[in-house]
């Protein structure tokens, strides 16, 4: 059964959206930018890392500053047999310069995108997967310009804000300069106030 995600809060998605833009601001300056205390950054940060949310943190390389530009996408067709994506995708990814490995539904079984030095060195990877006898056939795409690559995950637009911070909110509140109350106390403070609106009684004390 697969695992469910966990549902962050908008403290955890503030954090999560600075760390990817980047992963070097201090715990005091997230705390700043989100008015909360230093301390609760702290413990928000160990808890996604232990859960598994923020799995590492790396340096955004340009691959054209290195060399590695030569950026391909093969579509492999592999031999159908007893765990074939999990034995053939683990020997893809083994691949020096291969980066993502995905398996798919469809006439093609694997995506591999692999990033090479030159078309020799893209050449020597490609030997490797032809020569093996679990791929039935592949063909490869070059890429000639880069239009979008981000590996950040885009946390708003797809998730929705609970369990706000009482901290976070109280700052919200001060810098709008006045309190938003909730629905229910609105409801609340909307009843009449059933001691001025009792009806009035007659002479026999009965309700008119």
Known sequence: ????????????????????????????????????????????????????????????????????????????????????????????????GVWAVYFVFGETDFIVLARSNDREDFMEKADKIINTHQIERSGTQIVARIIKEDPRIELKSSMRYNNVSSTLLLSNVKRKGRIRLT??????????????????????????
């Open 183 to 208: 629905k229910k106390a609105r409801a609340h403070n909307s009843l009449p106030n059933t001691k001025h609106h009792q009806r009035p009684r007659n002479l026999l004390g009965e309700r008119t």
């Open 1 to 96: 059964m697969p695992r469910q995600p966990r549902s962050l809060d908008e403290i955890d998605i503030g954090i999560l959206e600075i760390l990817q833009k980047d992963c070097r601001t201090s715990l005091e300056q997230i705390a700043n930018k989100l008015g909360i205390p230093k301390s609760t950054v702290h413990y928000r940060i160990k808890k996604l890392e232990t859960e598994g949310t923020i799995e590492g943190y790396y340096a955004k390389v340009n691959a054209m500053k290195v060399g590695k530009d030569y950026i391909t996408i093969s579509f492999i067709r592999a031999k159908y047999g007893p765990s074939y994506h999990e034995k053939v995708g683990k020997m893809l990814a083994q691949i020096p």
